[in-house]
């Protein structure tokens, strides 16, 4: 965890920073960047906790609806790995007050935030990728809609494997964490739609 997290953060700063076209600080946001990321989190389920995690990057994002995208992936991948790690450590430590539901519960959770994390690597990977336009564009961006869709799908079934387990506080503290990194790849997936969008066809 020492080492995943910070590294994914550095990253994101730096690859985003490295890539801007205009001149300036890139650490001073003007306001009409920040206005970009506030207007564009309109377009999800989640417009505070999106403008939130968002907006400490709008000096490089600007308003480039591709780095929109780019970063709150990069967001979710850190968040996402956070999740995984929480959860294996769990399984180590927990003996789960000896309930055989709770345990298969949390087991299937750090499987399905396994894969989630996988799922939104592979975007992020696809993401820095990009190339061409029109429609190779979008059958690009139609791999990270499908990985995003499926890594939201995983963190759901996270959740849902809990929903026969009685309330307690490993319940609570896990579908608790579980459902702040759905919203935050609900808001990622939902700016990749509108990237998409804005791609027209040849």
Same mark, same amino acid.
């Given at each position: ?80 790995? $956070? ?47 990009? *190339? ?10 139609? *791999?990270?809609? $499908? ?39 609900? *808001?990622?997936?939902?700016?990749? *739609? ?9």
């Amino acid at each position: 965890m020492q080492t995943k997290i910070p590294s994914t953060f550095f990253f994101l700063l730096l690859s985003a920073t490295l890539t801007q076209t205009t001149a300036g600080d890139p650490f001073r946001p003007t306001p009409n960047d920040t206005n970009y990321i506030r207007t564009s989190c309109r377009t999800t389920l989640y417009p505070q906790i999106c403008f939130t995690s968002l907006s400490g990057y709008s000096s490089a994002i600007q308003q480039d609806p591709g780095r929109l995208a780019r970063v709150a992936i990069g967001v979710t991948l850190s968040k996402a790995t $956070t999740m995984a790690k929480y959860v294996s450590n769990i399984t180590r430590v927990s003996d789960y007050g000896g309930s055989p539901r709770v345990a298969a519960a949390v087991h299937d959770c750090y499987s399905v935030f396994g894969d989630a994390v996988d799922d939104i690597r592979g975007s992020l990977r696809q993401m820095r990728q990009l *190339n061409g336009s029109g429609e190779d564009l979008r059958f690009q961006l139609s *791999n990270v809609q $499908t990985w995003m869709s499926a890594a939201l799908t995983n963190e759901e079934t996270c959740t849902d494997g809990f929903e026969e387990v009685p309330d307690g506080g490993l319940k609570a503290d896990v579908c608790g964490r579980a459902v702040k990194v759905k919203e935050v790849t609900s *808001n990622a997936l939902a700016l990749v *739609n509108s990237f998409v969008s804005t791609i027209q066809a040849p």
